[in-house]
């Protein structure tokens, strides 16, 4: 019986941690920007904004979506991420009619999405380990046009990079944009649903290649509930509410 005990245990524990790792990978594609940002081509040399232009905001502060049938199971997921915004924003994703400008959500490759409205139908992919709220509500983040928390031209102060400790390739991956490149809306946030964890596009996927220079320690969004109040207050700024 005590073997049969250790046996599962030691399962449970492997299923764990692939499922860590599957949503870790799932925010890590290597032939995105960033891991998760759809259209920047590479090589990745992009004049990018951690705030887009205002006229890549949603217009009224709505966005209308649908969602692919091949995300049926998950639609209680995909809501309550909604109603997160709903509930702390007057951002309102509302179910498209007959609107140029949308989002459709569908089950793809990875977690993904273009960042702010680019005009016509967008994409986010919620593929296989994009299913936590916390990742949901990242990926919406990106859709109202925000970026990578690690991406911000300040984040040398705050938290340091160890590129020794990057898969080979994925070193563009923590470049950090120029003062002029952005518009900072509030001070760093350790917390912010938009930065990954320690362990970001990790060679062996342990080694630090973040590290937050307070000492604790950085989590990625599918450890978390959803926005931090710098997180919601950076979007009512952002869309004037």
Known sequence: MNFLLSI????SVVTAHESEEIK???????????GDILGVKKPFQWDRNAMPDLKNRWPGAKVPFVIDASLAKYHHAIHGAIEHY????????????????????FYGKGCNSHVGRGGGKQVVSLGKGCHEIGTIVHELGHVLGFYHEHSRSDRD?????????VQ????????????????????????SIMIYGN?????????????AKNGQKLLYPYNKNGMTESDI?????LYLC
């Open 233 to 237: 207050q950076r979007v009512r700024t």
């Open 24 to 34: 870790r990978l799932a925010l890590e594609n290597p032939d995105l920007y960033d």
């Open 199 to 211: 362990e970001a596009f990790s060679k062996d996927g342990k080694s630090h290649t973040l590290d």
């Open 86 to 105: 709903h509930n702390h924003t007057c951002v309102r994703f509302v179910p498209r009619t007959n609107e140029k400008d949308y989002v459709k959500i």
């Open 168 to 191: 080979k390739g994925m070193e563009s991956n923590f470049e950090k944009l120029s003062p002029s490149q952005n518009i900072l809306l509030s001070p760093f946030d350790y917390d």
């Open 8 to 11: 599962f245990s030691f399962v």
């Open 157 to 165: 102060d705050y938290i340091s990079v160890h590129l020794e400790n």
